[in-house]
Each structure stands twice: as C-alpha cells, then as structure tokens.
C-alpha cells in the first residue's frame, strides 16, 4: 500500500446497513445469535436499529467497521466458525443525514400521493 493511501483517513460519520448470516449452525434458526449481536449494539453506544433482514447502525467509519468486526469475534467466540455478513455503507460531506431523516424524505413524498 503506498503511503499516500496510508494517509488517508475515513469518512467521520456513514450509515452501515449490515446482515450477519452464521453458517453452519445446528438449526435453520439464527434469533439467538441475532440477539446477541444486538446485545452488543447496545452496549456500543451507537445509533442502530434492527429490521427484518439486518441492521442499520450510524457511526463514524471506523467505530461502525470495528463494531461490525466484533459480532463475528462475538459470534466465533461463541462457536460459530464461519460467518458471512452483506454490509452496504453510505456516508456524505454536503449534509448531516440520519437514518430517519432518509426514510422521513421518503414517506414524505408517499404522503403527499394521498392528497
């Protein structure tokens, strides 16, 4: 890596939205392991809210990227031995946006279809 790259640092604030899949558990069902990741998202002090298909969580790059890495030490450590995540990160410089202010534009325009 060139010291040029090195140099860079990373975005102050993104938006993560990350689905953690542990393979090759006893069961099809993975709500115990789930639960514990959000255990950890709790204690973290980010922003984050769960959905049907992952999370979503606001943070700076790094605190949102080393979070991310600690549910799978979470869930290694655990006995889980092979984990999968999806992760789709967003971050900005021209506003401060959060997730609900995403999802606020939105149904803003859908109200506005009722009219």
Do not use: N
């Not at 021209?94 to 506005?112: C, F, G, H, I, R």
């Amino acid at each position: 890596m060139s010291s040029e790259a090195i140099a860079l640092g990373t975005p102050p604030k993104c938006t993560a939205d990350f689905c953690l899949i542990p393979l090759g558990t006893s069961t099809a069902s993975v709500s115990a392991q789930i639960a514990e990741v959000q255990r950890l998202l709790k204690k973290s002090g980010l922003k984050y809210s769960m959905h049907s298909a992952g999370t979503t969580v606001e943070g700076s790059w790094d605190d949102v990227m080393r979070l991310i890495g600690q549910a799978h030490t979470l869930l290694h450590d655990k006995g889980i031995v092979r984990i999968q995540s999806d992760i789709r990160v967003g971050s900005r410089t021209d506003k401060a946006q959060t997730m609900e202010d995403k999802v606020s534009a939105v149904e803003k325009l859908l109200a506005a279809d009722k009219e």
